[in-house]
């Protein structure tokens, strides 16, 4: 079966499909994962062994080259077993948050599936002998011969989309967020091109096998797997969403990873001051790391409480003339924080008077982390001996008028 998309199309879609796969190789490694970049491997050996250049070189390799038909139709059928077995794990209801199955039985069925699927892609090549010893195509040949080998060559492919169109329509039904329903959405309808594209084939292997010609059989013929690339480009491009996520973080480009950077040299101060809040061992996931921060930044501001004015405003407010005014509340409460953990430095191993109020619940960890750098510079420069005052007093801000 040769394509008969123009080079300039299949090329580009090609290239999109192997490039994702690798990638997704290489980054994304959770079960559902590995097995929709299984399904995307085969579904580029679907797409090499379609293109006539790849076709031509083969050819002279082989004794018989029409069994490149029945190879191809074997790597579409496997990758239809592969997508099975992810969505079985989406389907899942004893599955954690990385697609991983937690009961051992079921995580075992896909070899079974795999080898099922193998052993029906294997009975294509006799259900096709006699139309190549004849020097025909399958659909020139005709006879039951083409009924039995379009139904066993679509049948994986229906019944995985199906169940993917199932699982995707629940998914949109009870989705949260419009990004979400939009993607189920999709997956619905490219699932619904996939089963249309199945069921019009082995209705035409019928048509075909009563050597019935009309206009059906001739827009299917000349359609001949025309969407396959586009559909599962179109497919992989949607599951390259997770791996733009995970490759976002290894650059330190995603949210999560911005966020620690910005916690991280306010967490570093207090963490210095009170070692002993840090936990261990250490996360590695970006989102793990972001919620450990907080909880210890938050111990250590709880722990500060003592040292802290009740109005969360420092003993000695500096010149905040160069400090915008929509974040001067921000700088002034950092400022606070600063001083605490002086205090607790300077005081450590005498008990501060305990007190009853606690205005620490108003702090916002985001606005504070945004406010830090400022505060420490504003801190630095007010105890520099060269931006002192008369009697080595610090330079503090004073109202006018």
């Not at 239809?80 to 599955?95: C, E, K, L, Q, Y």
Request: charged residues 20%; contains cysteine.
């Amino acid at each position: 079966m040769t394509s008969t998309l123009p080079d300039y199309l299949a090329w580009p879609m090609l290239v999109t499909l192997a490039v994702i796969v690798i990638l997704r190789v290489l980054f994304l490694h959770t079960l559902v994962d590995k097995r929709l970049s299984t399904m995307l491997a085969f579904w580029v050996f679907v797409g090499l062994l379609r293109d006539p250049h790849v076709q031509n070189l083969l050819a002279v390799h082989l004794v018989d080259p029409s069994v490149i038909r029945q190879a191809t139709h074997m790597c579409a059928m496997l990758a239809s077993a592969a997508m099975i077995g992810a969505v079985t794990i989406w389907a899942a209801p004893d599955h954690d948050n990385d697609g991983f199955i937690t009961k051992t039985r079921r995580r075992d069925r896909q070899p079974l599936i795999y080898c099922a699927v193998f052993l029906a892609g294997l009975a294509l090549f006799p259900l096709s002998a006699p139309a190549r010893v004849a020097g025909q195509t399958l659909e020139e040949h005709g006879t039951w011969h083409v009924v039995a080998y379009m139904t066993i060559y679509s049948a994986p492919t229906i019944v995985a989309v199906t169940c993917l169109a199932a699982l995707a329509w629940e998914t949109a039904r009870a989705a949260g967020t419009r990004v979400l329903q939009i993607g189920a959405g999709l997956a619905v309808f490219i699932s619904a091109v996939s089963a249309f594209d199945g069921i019009t084939r082995i209705i035409n292997s019928f048509l075909v096998a009563a050597h019935q010609n009309n206009a059906f059989t001739e827009w299917r013929s000349e359609s001949n797997d025309i969407l396959f690339l586009p559909e599962v480009t179109a497919i992989a491009i949607v599951l390259a969403t997770p791996l733009a996520h995970r490759l976002a973080a290894k650059l330190g480009i995603d949210g999560a990873s911005r966020r620690i950077r910005r916690l991280e040299p306010m967490w570093r101060d207090l963490t210095e001051a009170m070692p002993t809040v840090v936990l261990h061992p250490r996360p590695t996931d970006v989102d793990a790391i972001v919620d450990r921060l907080e909880i210890e930044i938050w111990d250590t501001i709880v722990r500060l409480r003592p040292y802290l004015r009740p109005d969360l405003t420092p003993h000695d407010l500096p010149d905040l003339a160069q400090v915008s005014r929509h974040s001067r509340a921000d700088v002034i409460r950092a400022l606070a924080v600063h001083e605490a953990i002086d205090t607790y430095r300077a005081q450590q191993g005498t008990r501060p008077i305990a007190r009853l109020d606690d205005h620490t619940e108003s702090i916002d960890i985001d606005r504070l982390a945004r406010a830090w750098a400022t505060a420490r510079d504003l801190k630095i420069s007010t105890n520099d001996p060269a931006n002192q005052e008369g009697h080595g007093q610090p330079r503090l801000s004073r109202s006018h008028g």
